[in-house]
């Protein structure tokens, strides 16, 4: 090698060097932006700045009956495509466009190059040198392309996701609307079928307490005293669960009370109308407090009722009551098969009840469960049910009001 060509090769290896250095800066900058719509003007920016050749940069975006549309652009002027071609030859991928590349670049570029940004997108940037563009100039067009068609994708991912949730939203205030519409009903029906029903029970009442029926008419007073008797429990549950769902709670009349005495009027009714059926009651401790009787009446004879219906007809229903400091335990036991773990989860919902073919009777809504709970939380306590051989309905209330959260 000769001496004099020395520092030219030094000068040569030097400027290779620092285009090296150059392309990874423009890179850390093309990368260093966040891949997001309101981005895509940066991006091809930060393009045109690391590519000196580069007079204009160009996003398109497929738009109306295949045409490509302008998405962003920087050095461009905006100029409408050509209703021939429209940029079909871009979005189909070719690499090149030499020559005069026309549409979406400027007037007066000579030569421009393409990179397909996803989806149909496709970056394209223009020169008005001779020269075109080196493959480092190629590469950061692709790095530029791949980060647009990020944005792009970002974008279209948001958008779905909007919509996806501004649907739901219409969804559950169409189901919210059709559920107020179905309660408001249901409350309607049941106040207006409560009192012609009450006059049919008293009815049947005063004729079955003046006495002088015999067979088939005693019969059948009875049976009209006890229908009439079942659809009124019906259309209270029907009344609470409605007060319940419409935003009102449960009203909760707080009084001294003894649970134990709350107790005996439902268990005697029960055990008057299921004379078969044994029904204990065992107390321990103090189980004084501060309660809603009637309401308490009503749980402690849905829980009883349900324990009667789905148990085992030759065992005991227990009812247990128990004190401790602040709170009382209400617990009803009954034998029989235990409930599946899919089937418990869903018990205390309105309008469930357990899958049990065997089961007594087949009249309520399944509403007994929904309303005891109600009832508890309103007197701030907690119910739960557990079934293993022996399914057991835990109720726990507080002895006194607890203060407001």
């Not at 030859?89 to 030499?98: N, S």
């Not at 029904?279 to 189980?287: A, K, P, S």
């Not at 007197?379 to 557990?386: P, R, V």
Request: net charge neutral; aromatic share 2%; proline share 8%.
């Amino acid at each position: 090698m000769a001496p004099h060509d020395a520092p030219g090769q030094e000068a040569g290896q030097a400027a290779q060097a620092q285009g090296r250095v150059d392309l990874l800066r423009a890179l850390d900058r093309l990368l260093a932006i966040e891949p997001e719509e309101h981005a895509l003007r940066r991006i091809l920016s930060a393009l045109a700045d690391a590519v000196p050749a580069v007079h204009a940069a160009v996003l398109l975006v497929p738009g109306d009956e295949g045409r490509l549309a302008i998405a962003a652009e920087v050095g461009g002027d905006g100029r409408p495509p050509p209703p021939a071609d429209g940029g079909a030859g871009l979005a189909a991928g070719a690499p090149w466009v030499r020559g005069d590349p026309g549409w979406p670049l400027p007037a007066g570029a000579r030569a421009g190059a393409a990179a397909p940004a996803g989806g149909g997108a496709v970056l394209v940037m223009g020169t008005r040198g001779e020269g075109g563009f080196d493959p480092e100039a190629l590469a950061l067009l692709r790095v530029a392309a791949d980060r647009a068609g990020l944005a792009l994708e970002r974008g279209r991912l948001r958008r779905a996701h909007e919509s996806a949730e501004e649907a739901a939203r219409r969804a559950l205030a169409e189901v919210d609307s059709r559920r107020r519409a179905v309660d408001y009903i249901l409350g309607i029906v049941g106040h207006d079928l409560r009192n012609p029903l009450g006059a049919v029970h008293m009815s049947a009442a005063l004729l079955q307490k003046r006495g002088g029926l015999e067979g088939w008419q005693a019969r059948a007073i009875e049976r009209m005293r006890s229908s009439a008797g079942r659809m009124a429990r019906i259309i209270a549950d029907l009344l609470s669960y409605t007060r319940t769902r419409l935003g009102n709670g449960m009203p909760i009349d707080r009084r001294p009370a003894r649970l134990d005495e709350i107790a005996r009027r439902p268990v005697d009714e029960l055990g008057a109308v299921n004379p078969g059926r044994e029904i204990t009651v065992e107390v321990r401790g103090d189980v004084s407090g501060s309660w809603d009787p009637d309401r308490l009446e009503q749980v402690i004879s849905n829980l009883v009722s349900n324990a009667v219906d789905h148990g085992d007809p030759a065992s005991p229903v227990r009812v247990e009551l128990s004190g401790e400091p602040d709170a009382c335990v209400l617990r009803v036991r009954n034998t029989g098969p235990p409930v599946p773990p899919e089937v418990l989860e869903h018990l205390f919902e309105p309008f469930s009840r357990p899958p049990d073919e065997k089961s007594r009777k087949g009249s309520g809504l399944g509403l007994g469960l929904y309303i005891s709970r109600e009832i508890v939380r309103g007197h701030g306590g907690e119910i739960s049910i557990a079934s293993d051989g022996e399914t057991v309905i835990t109720a726990r209330l507080p002895r006194s009001q607890s203060p407001a959260p």
